[in-house]
């Protein structure tokens, strides 16, 4: 947390808020996608680490914590999984289990009820069509119970490797701040970026903008004047404010500082 001795380096790449061409309705359509593809460096190297952040050891997990954090978050589900698969460990045990014990479990996570009944069915039909594995193609994923696109590109992209576009909430509302598509509707979010962005890069990109909006690019209040990617967002002002001790103040997570750093601001103790 910055002091009032705190001294700032204002980065010369600093913009005027509301002059972005994209915001002027003046960006080509081959600026865009450099630029998406830009602010996908930068967000890899602002967060080298990005990843799903939900714990599993196998596809039936993933599968099951990603139903689970529907209305809620990773860190919750990921104190009630060890519970839930040390009690059911697979499809074929969860496909058994007795909703009312399910829903003890997983209670915390909220829409218990649903999500329990949903868990059972999905395991049933993986049991009964899928000979007990989880499958891979999106097609039979959506055709699960309580399985949408989301939950089905999560999948596939942590657990078997296929690249695939998680737009989320995080994801939606970043694409729309940084002018990468007008869309609300999560498919033509989707389509929009995949059209951007390239394919072998859909997964860790997915990982990388949600890391950017749980850290920096918050719903309510955004740390534009803390952000590395304020020189290539047409809503830098717009979503948060741009004074930068104010902006550092909102910046969250284990390394504030390197954010702090990526977006030139220079923190000094005065002495
Ligand atoms: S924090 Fe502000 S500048 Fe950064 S991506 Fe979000 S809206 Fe744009």
Partial sequence: ????????????????????????????????????????RTLARAYPDAHCELTFRSPFELLVATVLSAQCTDVR????TPALFRRFPGPAEMAQAPQVEVEELIRSTGFYRAKARNIIALSERIVGEHGGEVPRDLDSLVALPGV???TAHVVRGNAFGVPGLTVDTHFGRLSRRLGLSSEEDPLR?????????EKSEWTMFSHRMIFHGRR?????????GACFLAADCPSFGEAGPTDPALAESLLTGDNVEHLARMAGLDPEEES
């Fill in 1 to 40: 947390m910055p002091s009032s001795l705190t001294r700032y380096t204002t980065p010369a790449t600093r913009p005027r808020p509301g002059t972005h061409p994209a915001r002027r309705g003046t960006e080509s359509a081959l600026a865009r996608t450099r630029r998406a593809r830009r602010i996908n």
């Fill in 77 to 80: 589900v990921n104190q009630v």
């Fill in 148 to 150: 949408g696109r989301k």
């Fill in 189 to 197: 979010i989707e389509k929009d970026i995949a059209q951007l962005i």
């Fill in 216 to 224: 920096v690019c918050h719903s309510r209040r955004a740390a534009c």
